[in-house]
């Protein structure tokens, strides 16, 4: 048996629906290579079938409500929505607190895949045919196993609401719990799967720099505490002409979150930031998505 066959049968039993018809296709030697073949793939199924994978899978049984918010990041030289940010919130538009303080342990793997389905689903019927609006999926890195195991059902989903992979966008941030080496490898995976990343949180606690220097996003969001007041504040605006720099030298684009007003937002676009999002330019809006307001779009004119 070539070894290309052999590899080609492997492929195809990976994945669930095939499998049977594989085997009751193969005859003779080749019977017996598929019988192989299908135990060791069962083997991987029950190492990635571990613990996170049964309380995922328990989790879905567990009914928390919750829906989203969506909160639009604008690119402030072409003055058109870049994206829109998924957060979540209660079933009635209560604040993520109130469903964030159900999750523990036992369902925070469930929550994460559920929480990626209904921002897609939600996205999926809000956006405009046609639109090349990006979608941003806050993610928890603690709560992914193993991503090729942990990304199938927000493929699933994209693909039942043809909703663009390419137009993903999966933030995450870091903090002094986490894995490195486990979120460098989630990372690298979702890249190579078309996902476009972003550091959420960069400047803050341990959102920073050694990360940075491990794995180039496709974009960094600059923390709102080094925006605030940033029109009045000479360290701040020294600190981000010299961050956004690095940035652009690294490939990664620079957004600013948390502006709250029109200086802010013009002292920004002078030191070179084009992705922009706070509550000057819209509030977020519960399982909508919210128009910037006018006043922005006059200050950017
Ligand atoms: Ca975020």
Do not use: W
């Not at 196993?145 to 927000?154: D, F, Q, V």
Request: charged letters at 25%; one cysteine or more.
């Amino acid at each position: 048996m070539a070894n290309s066959r052999r590899l080609r049968i492997l492929v195809l039993l990976d994945r669930d629906e095939m499998a049977a018809d594989v085997f009751a296709e193969a005859a003779g030697d080749l019977k017996e290579i598929v019988y192989a073949s299908l135990i060791r793939v069962e083997v991987n199924r029950m190492t990635l079938m571990s613990k996170s994978c049964v309380e995922c899978r328990n989790g879905e049984l567990l009914t928390l409500p919750f829906s989203m918010a969506f909160q639009p990041i604008i690119d402030v030289r072409s003055n058109r929505v870049f994206a829109h940010e998924a957060l979540v919130r209660g079933p009635a538009g209560e604040g993520a607190g109130s469903v964030l303080s159900a999750i523990d342990a036992t369902n925070r793997y469930a929550f994460d895949q559920q929480c990626r389905v209904k921002a897609i689903e939600l996205a999926a019927s809000l956006y405009e045919g046609g639109d090349d609006v990006g979608l941003s999926i806050n993610f928890m890195p603690n709560a992914v196993y193993e991503p090729l195991a942990c990304i199938r059902l927000t493929l699933a989903a994209a693909m039942r609401t043809k909703f663009p992979t390419k137009n993903i966008i999966f933030e995450f941030t870091e903090n002094e719990k986490l894995d490195t080496a486990h979120l460098f490898n989630i990372l690298r995976v979702y890249r190579d799967m078309g996902f476009r990343t972003a550091i959420d949180d960069f400047g803050a606690g341990h959102a920073g720099l050694a990360l940075l220097a491990e794995f180039q996003p496709d974009i960094a969001k600059l923390d709102m505490a080094l925006i605030r007041d940033i029109d009045k504040d000479a360290p701040r605006q020294k600190i981000v002409r010299h961050t956004v720099a690095m940035l652009h030298d690294l490939g990664v684009t620079p957004l600013c979150e948390g502006i709250e007003t029109a200086a802010e937002l013009d002292t920004l676009k002078e030191l070179g930031v084009s992705l922009m999002q706070g509550y000057f330019i819209a509030r977020p809006a519960f399982e909508a998505l919210a128009k910037p307001n006018s006043e922005m779009l006059r200050a950017v004119a």
